[in-house]
């Protein structure tokens, strides 16, 4: 079985996931190689040969510059043919919920999306996948030839294993694309991005309102976290969409996720829920987030969330 990893970059630097990926690949001790789309890409190389890449294979085009979802996934389906790959591997990111189904009409490839296990057994691969919103966990297997899987960040720990990679330059076709991302227009500078962050502290309803959400920033500060809310907070116009987590906002499976003055509704638990460890703190022990949580605080956030602060701060 031959693996292709796709690449994931964004500002001149690689997607953790790509490295999570390498890691998985290697784990399941099948052949694999790494495939960047791009223009400026070649020093990209080196830092994938770390998490113990030995091919990297560049598409190369001065039009890859800028991302386009249509033209990226036709140079993403050459690719797997020339490279004569049965899987494509992917992260569960919005980039892979986007290229991912494109690639899969191109090559009339099955497709499974958001996998938090992936196994090899026998000569296939058997793929676990959370469905309606974490209820249930489908064990699948996929019969098309050529089969694509998107693997949920943070599942797997990205390790590194140096080795030397052989690399690879294909002058690539850029056909017409039928649409070009322009420009990104970035929330928040240097922000941490919930869905690669280590521990996220998750503000909710219970926070009672954008004024109160310093106590979320400063206790995500002391401990180097995101920041996260739940839909309440986000449609109340509390918190930015781009930190909403569950199953209309992101997917997260940070080490920590501290949930403060979230409920634990099915939605919200939908997207987080395969985090390592679940903090909760709610004033009601009947709160549903307590069902999920490994440690829980029965208490009034507002006088629990300063005294950790504090305590926090004292030992910084
Ligand atoms: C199709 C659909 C998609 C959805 N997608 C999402 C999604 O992606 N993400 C999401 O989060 N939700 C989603 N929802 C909404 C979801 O059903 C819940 O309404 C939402 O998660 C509730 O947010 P909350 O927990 O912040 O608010 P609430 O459910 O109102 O909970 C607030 C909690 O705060 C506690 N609290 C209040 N005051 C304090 C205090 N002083 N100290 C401690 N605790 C306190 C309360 O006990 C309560 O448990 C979706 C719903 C639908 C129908």
């Given at each position: 079985m031959k693996i292709l990893i796709y690449a994931e970059h964004r500002e001149g630097k690689i997607r953790k996931i790509t490295y999570e990926n390498i890691t998985l690949a290697k784990q399941l001790g099948q052949p694999f190689e790494v495939l960047v789309v791009g223009s400026d890409v070649d020093h990209f190389a080196d830092e994938m040969a770390k998490y113990g890449a030995e091919k990297v294979v560049f598409y190369k085009n001065s039009a890859f510059a800028q991302y386009s979802p249509d033209g990226y996934a036709k140079v993403i389906a050459k690719a797997v043919q020339d490279r004569g790959a049965d899987v494509l591997l992917m992260g569960a990111t919005s980039t892979g919920k986007d290229l991912g189904p494109r690639v899969g009409a191109i090559l009339n490839a099955a497709m499974a999306t958001d996998c938090t296990k992936v196994e090899l057994d026998g000569d296939d691969l058997k793929l676990l996948r959370p469905m309606y919103a974490g209820k249930v966990h489908a064990s699948i297997r996929l019969t098309s030839p050529v089969k694509i899987v998107t693997v949920r960040p943070n599942v797997y720990s990205a390790a590194e294993a140096p080795a030397s990679a052989q690399t690879e330059t294909v002058d690539a076709e850029a056909a017409d694309f039928k649409a070009v991302v322009k420009e990104i227009i970035s929330g928040a500078q240097g922000k941490l991005d919930v869905t690669e962050a280590d521990i996220i502290v998750s503000g909710g309803r219970g926070m009672k309102g954008p004024e109160n959400w310093h106590l979320i920033e400063d206790l995500a500060g002391l401990l180097g976290a995101a920041t996260g809310a739940s839909r309440a907070a986000v449609d109340a116009g509390w918190r930015p969409h781009d930190e909403q987590v569950g199953q209309t906002g992101k997917t997260v499976s940070p080490s920590l996720y501290i949930a403060v003055g979230?409920?634990?509704?099915i939605q919200h638990l939908a997207g987080m829920s395969s985090s390592k460890y679940i903090v909760a703190i709610n004033k009601d022990p009947e709160a549903p987030i307590f069902k999920v949580a490994d440690y829980g605080i029965v208490a009034d956030l507002f006088e629990v969330v300063p005294r950790m602060i504090e305590e926090l701060k004292s030992k910084n």
């Open positions: 979230i409920s634990g509704a």
